[in-house]
C-alpha cells in the first residue's frame, strides 16, 4: 500500500490508476477534473461541495440522506420530453425513440454545418469535436447493432472512433488526430444510420426478448447479452452525444 501525507500533488496526472480501497482524509480537491472514472461504492462524509459540475450516470447517489438520482431525473424528463421515450420496452417504442433521435439529429447536423469546418474540428474543454462525435456514434452503432446484432465481427471503418479510455484492441481503428472533412464522416454516418433503422423497423418483441453471444475476437464480447440492451446502449449515446454537441455548439457561438 502506497501512503501519501502532507504532500503537495497540485498538478499531478493520474491516468489508469485503481483507487480502489483507498481512503483519503482532509483532501483539497479544488480545481481538480475527472473524466471516465468510476465511483462506485464510494462513500464521502463530511466534505464541501460547492460550484460542482457533475455529468455522468447516476444511481442510488444518495445525498444528505436523499437519492437524488430520481430527482435529477425527473428534472430532465420535465426540460426534454422526448428523454423518456428513449428507454422504450417494445418495438413500437424503439421506432418511435429512433425517430425522434433523427429528427433531433438533423437539426444538429444543420446548425452545425453554419459553422466554419476548422471550429467542427476544435474541441470545447478538452472535449471531442462536433467531428470526432460523429465518428464516436458510428462505432457505436458499428459495435453494438452491427458486430452484436447482425454478426458482423469486423464492421469497422478507418473513422471509427472509440471512446478515449477504452483499452484499445487490435484490428480496431482509433485514430483520434484524424481530420477527415464533415462531408466524409456524414457520409458514414448516414451509413450507420441506414443500418440501425433497417433493424429497428423490422425489430419483433420476440427479437427484444433474446439475447446473443459474441465471443470473437474483437469488441464487444459478452454471453447471452439481452439484444434490448444493445439498442438501449445506441439509443443512450445518440441522446448525450447530442446534447454534448449542443452545448459545445452554444459555447462555440458565443466566444464567436
Not at 444518495?62 to 422504450?88: C, F, Q, T, W, Y
Not at 446484432?149 to 464492421?155: A, D, H, K, R, Y
Not at 433474446?210 to 439481452?226: H, M, Y
Amino acid at each position: 500500500m502506497t501512503e501519501f501525507r502532507d504532500q503537495d500533488l497540485t498538478g499531478a496526472h493520474f491516468q489508469h490508476v485503481r483507487l480502489r480501497g483507498a481512503t483519503m482524509r482532509q483532501i483539497d480537491f479544488t480545481g481538480v477534473q475527472i473524466r471516465g472514472s468510476l465511483f462506485e461504492g464510494s462513500r464521502m462524509r463530511g466534505v464541501e461541495m460547492v460550484d460542482v459540475d457533475i455529468y455522468g450516470e447516476l444511481r442510488n447517489v444518495v445525498v444528505n440522506g436523499v437519492d437524488i438520482a430520481p430527482l435529477v431525473d425527473a428534472e430532465l424528463n420535465r426540460r426534454m420530453p422526448d428523454r423518456a421515450k428513449m428507454h422504450p420496452h417494445n418495438a413500437d417504442g424503439f421506432r418511435e425513440a429512433w425517430a425522434i433521435l433523427e429528427r433531433l439529429w438533423e437539426g444538429t447536423v444543420t446548425r452545425a454545418k453554419t459553422f466554419p469546418e476548422p471550429d467542427l474540428h476544435r474541441g470545447v474543454d478538452d472535449e471531442w469535436s462536433f467531428i470526432q462525435t460523429l465518428r464516436h456514434l458510428s462505432f457505436a452503432s458499428a459495435a453494438w447493432v452491427d458486430r452484436m446484432i447482425l454478426g458482423n465481427t469486423s464492421p469497422w471503418h478507418p473513422l471509427d472512433l472509440p471512446w478515449d479510455e477504452a483499452e484499445g484492441w487490435e484490428g480496431i481503428p482509433w485514430d483520434r488526430e484524424a481530420r477527415p472533412s464533415l462531408d466524409e464522416v456524414l457520409a458514414l454516418r448516414r451509413d450507420r444510420q441506414a443500418m440501425v433503422r433497417h433493424v429497428i423497423e423490422a425489430l419483433t418483441d420476440q427479437q427484444l426478448a433474446s439475447a446473443l453471444t459474441r465471443t470473437e475476437p474483437g469488441w464487444p464480447q459478452a454471453e447471452n447479452f439481452p439484444l434490448k440492451e444493445c439498442l438501449h446502449i445506441v439509443l443512450n449515446e445518440e441522446w448525450e452525444h447530442r446534447l454534448y454537441a449542443e452545448r459545445d455548439l452554444t459555447i462555440m457561438e458565443k466566444e464567436n
